[in-house]
């Protein structure tokens, strides 16, 4: 359930394009900061709730892991407050199953049960930090905008500059535009939001084997796959382009024709024809987004 509206800024149209039936305006990412909080104690969540409402835009509540997991798989928050007590199940559990469906949100652990077993696991499954409970509004308020704030939307490796082999350089620079509210029509687009020179992304997609026009389309997809579910709006209204034929032809490469209003990440990375399924760059990213492979019941 929606607990909670902080008021937004102006909302700007999309551009709107002949013969297509002009879409309702939607916020900017600037002005649409989601936070998700997964507790199954009503107390619990409404002192999160009051803490965070002057922190974002718009608040969702789920009482168990399966709403939970639901609710970010639709609206792909940018933060997830998660417990790890929930009556359905091991928070952690439900952790790994949004790394599995390409859940992208920072992950702050909450919970009165905190190991260094816990905090060991959550960190291999890319959450940015273990709370305890009972918490102090402050100490709250110090996670939630470290985590905001962190760089890279996995709080992983992907935060450092790019460095490392062409493959770690080629992934981290498809991340890195996934948190920039904008679509990266052209290369350059790609390589600022990467905070590196066009030369240097040609350098990389060349040492990878992934042109820089499929590496920039696929960026450009991908991101604007993540930024419609948050917005609920379709993917085409988010898209800035002129004509018709460019828009069919990046849906029809997406594989996601006639699924751009509810498809996963998941979903257009497994049939998305930007770049081939068995490059290892392009493996790598999948394991970046994807996470672990969920955990088999003993």
Not at 24 to 33: D, E, K, N, S, Y
Not at 54 to 60: G, K, V, W
Not at 114 to 135: I, N, Q, S, W, Y
Not at 198 to 206: E, G, P, W
């Amino acid at each position: 359930m929606q607990v909670g509206n902080a008021a937004p800024g102006p909302s700007p149209q999309p551009p709107h394009r002949p013969g297509r039936p002009a879409t309702p305006p939607v916020h900017t990412a600037a002005w649409r900061l989601i936070v998700l909080i997964i507790e199954d104690n009503a107390s619990e969540a409404a002192f999160f709730s009051r803490v965070l409402a002057s922190m974002c835009s718009e608040i969702l509540a789920a009482a168990t892991g399966a709403q939970g997991l639901a609710l970010a798989i639709a609206r792909q928050p940018h933060l997830i407050l998660l417990d790890l007590k929930l009556p359905d199940g091991w928070g952690m559990h439900f952790l790994a199953r949004l790394r599995s469906a390409g859940v992208l949100a920072r992950v702050l652990i909450v919970s009165g049960y905190v190991t260094d077993e816990v905090k060991e696991h959550a960190r291999k499954l890319g959450a940015l930090g273990v709370l305890d409970k009972p918490l102090l509004v402050e100490d709250l308020v110090e996670a939630v905008s470290k985590a905001l704030t962190a760089d890279g939307p996995l709080g992983r490796t992907w935060a450092a500059e790019l460095e490392g082999s062409p493959v770690e350089r080629w992934a981290s620079m498809v991340v890195k535009t996934l948190e920039t509210p904008h679509d990266p029509r052209i290369r350059e687009g790609v390589a600022r939001s990467a905070g590196i020179t066009l030369n240097r992304m040609k350098t990389t997609c060349t040492a990878v084997a992934i042109p820089a026009h499929d590496t920039r389309d696929l960026a450009r997809v991908l991101g604007t796959l993540v930024w419609a579910r948050r917005l609920e709006c379709t993917l085409e209204s988010l898209l800035d382009i002129g004509d018709e034929r460019t828009l069919e032809h990046l849906i029809e490469r997406s594989g996601l024709r006639g699924r751009t209003s509810t498809a996963t990440v998941r979903e257009f990375l497994d049939r998305q024809q930007f770049v081939p399924q068995d490059n290892v760059a392009f493996t790598l990213l999948r394991q970046a987004l994807l996470g672990e492979p969920e955990p088999r019941p003993h």
